[in-house]
């Protein structure tokens, strides 16, 4: 079974700010895919970020990076430059590969909060 | 260009009237599943279709079905809702295994 935990259910940062968002998982799979989603309110649930454990290089999308530390089973969101419609949930995500199952293991979300 | 499109976007029912929520994609993925996500959690899987195959989860209650007629719908059948199960339920698509999944807006239930 894979568990993701995210230990800050809630960060505010200002405008143009870099910020972190912490997230670790445990899983007995060697083929795993880690995810970042988005959950504006009320608005449904968009990818942000998607990586291949497999892979070394650290994924990146735009403003957005992770820090993928397999050996530490760490997987951290960048948001530089921070915006305000960057405010939302964001939930950490694992997936099981090699057809095992299937659905996404999230963690509890860390609620993120854009000051102007 | 909507993906994954639910319907009704909110849905009041009575305890224990049967209510069904649907789900469509325009993406032709093989994959579509329903999380349940109560209010400040963390989306949970109830079940999964691959093609025709359908993949409960163990803690998933007997109250809750699910129904693929096609590759483009699943619905959610809750055969007597009761006041826990008041939640979002997201519908969401993936190509295949191990990749991304695509989630619509959801459908917010509420039970009277």
């Known amino acids: 079974a894979q568990t993701v935990t995210q230990s800050q259910p809630e960060m505010s940062v200002q405008e143009a700010e870099t910020v972190t968002l912490s997230c670790t998982y445990d899983t007995s799979e060697s083929n795993y895919y880690l995810f970042w989603y988005k959950q504006p309110p009320s608005r449904q649930m968009i990818l942000v970020i998607r990586q291949e454990a497999y892979k070394q290089q650290n994924a990146t999308e735009n403003r957005f990076s992770v820090n993928f530390q397999k050996a530490a089973k760490s997987f951290s969101l960048k948001i530089s430059d921070s915006q305000l419609g960057d405010t939302a949930m964001y939930f950490c995500?694992?997936?099981?590969?090699?057809?095992?199952?299937?659905?996404?293991?999230f963690g509890k979300g860390t609620h993120l909060i854009i000051q102007p | 260009d909507a993906m994954v499109i639910q319907n009704p976007r909110y849905q009041v029912t009575q305890f224990g009237k049967p209510v069904t929520l649907s789900c469509s994609q325009t993406?032709?993925?093989?994959?579509m599943y329903w999380y349940q996500q109560k209010s400040s959690q963390a989306p949970k899987l109830l079940f999964h279709?691959?093609?025709?195959?359908?993949?409960n989860e163990a803690d998933t209650p007997d109250n809750f079905q699910s129904r693929r007629p096609n590759t483009s719908f699943c619905f959610l059948d809750i055969r007597s809702p009761g006041l826990g199960d008041a939640a979002m339920y997201l519908c969401a698509t993936s190509r295949d295994r191990g990749y991304e999944q695509f989630f619509g807006p959801g459908t917010r239930l509420t039970v009277l």
């Open positions: 993406l032709n993925h093989n994959v």
């Open positions: 279709y691959y093609d025709k195959d359908f993949n």
């Open positions: 995500a694992s997936l099981e590969g090699g057809g095992g199952a299937d659905g996404l293991t």
